[in-house]
Structures are given as structure tokens and as C-alpha cells.
């Protein structure tokens, strides 16, 4: 089955996902931007914008902000 969002067979998609070593820092975070590109559906121009002030740790929320500059969480 293809993934809706990128086109990648499930499987090809699996193992992608098991590549970075989230046992290092490095590695958590590209885990992380693997799972918001493929399981959440952001493109990486979201995810390039990112900083600090979006992440919201206690309601564990990411804010993101289109080029249009409309806020979604």
C-alpha cells in the first residue's frame, strides 16, 4: 500500500523511520522530522521554519506558520 501522503510503499516508510538512532540526540531529532513529514503530512519548508518559541512541551503541541503567516497548532 502506498502512503497518502508521499507516494513511499508502508514498507519502504518502515524502514526509513527505523534509520535514525534515537538513542543520540542527532538521531531523535531526525526521527522526528521523519515522523511530521510522513505521519503528519508537513512539507519541509514547515519544518525549516520551525524554532524554540513553536514548541509547547507541557500541552505538547507544535505551532506552524505558512508562508501566508496564518498560525495553525
Known sequence: ????????????IKVLMQLPNRSTFSGKRDYAILRLLWHNAWIRGEIARLNIGD???????????????QTYS
Request: charged residues 25%; glycine residues 4%.
Open 1 to 12: 500500500m502506498l502512503s497518502p501522503y508521499c507516494g513511499l510503499p508502508d514498507r519502504q
Open 55 to 69: 514548541v509547547n512541551l507541557s500541552d505538547r503541541l507544535l505551532s506552524i506558520q505558512e508562508k501566508a503567516k
